[in-house]
């Protein structure tokens, strides 16, 4: 069983300040046994948070809460990013953030994780799933976030049932007036693991093109030239698909 969700179908509501989070009040014990008490299934437990299923009007709903060890609250920061990239077709459906308890509330859906499912998967299934990720990671450094995530996106990219790939998991985000999705993940994708198992299903990337196309990538990012990387990013797309 996996975490994932599905790109937003509607418009959700953004968060458009992490200070409008921090400045909420943090859940005494009393008030998060209250939420814990409301027939929530245990998921998994991370360094910074905690992953329950919830039945909300006849739907699974995955819910996130701070981890109460954790030094540092994130779940706030991963609402904001969650929302705001929904409005962009990127990322599982935000559905609510309660400050009091420190939850957040979000689409949950069938999937697999990359890593698991990249060895078995076939070509005709992995190429589009490759483009989908330059596509995504295009929208955040767009909008100057950064996941922080892209150089081993293994646990951070989900394949839903119907083969879509799906990012996960934005509580370290940041913004960014130099975002570094994109190039992020050109290292990724030329590294000796990936490459391996790309080769035995017949997808050769051209690694010294890819990462060409990256340093101009990140120059006009810097030079404030945005325009020209819609071009940038379709030479890029086509280094992996044609390996050309």
């Known amino acids: ?30 008030e998060r046994t209250r939420v814990v008490a409301k027939n929530d299934t245990f998921l998994a437990k991370g360094k910074r948070g905690e992953v329950f299923l919830r039945t909300l009007r006849g739907t699974t709903v995955l819910v996130k809460r701070r981890n109460p060890s954790a030094a540092v609250d994130t779940i706030s920061n991963e609402a904001k990013h969650t929302a705001l990239l929904n409005e962009h077709g990127v990322g599982p459906r935000f559905i609510s953030y309660d400050p009091v308890a420190g939850e957040l509330v979000r689409e949950y859906v069938e999937g697999e994780e990359f890593r698991k499912w ?22 955040m ?47 990724f994708l030329c590294g000796t693991r990936i490459g391996i198992i790309l080769k035995s299903k017949e997808i050769i990337i051209n690694n010294k093109k890819l990462l060409s196309l990256a340093k101009k990538y990140k120059q006009n990012i810097k030079n404030n030239n945005r325009d020209a990387n819609a071009t940038i990013l379709r030479k890029m797309i086509e280094a992996v698909t044609h390996g050309d």
């Open 1 to 30: 069983m996996s975490d994932g969700g599905l790109a937003p179908s509607g418009v959700a509501r953004r968060v458009r300040s992490p200070r409008r989070h921090a400045e909420q009040p943090v859940a005494t014990p009393q």
């Open 141 to 187: 450094d767009d909008l100057d976030v950064v996941k922080e995530e892209m150089t081993r996106p293994w646990k951070h990219i989900i394949i839903t049932n119907n083969k879509k790939a799906l990012l996960i998991d934005f509580e370290r985000c940041r913004d960014s007036s130099l975002p570094k999705n994109v190039t992020q993940y050109c290292q």
């Open 118 to 139: 990249l060895p078995a998967a076939v070509k005709k299934d992995v190429l589009p799933v490759l483009v989908s990720v330059f596509e995504q990671c295009k929208v």
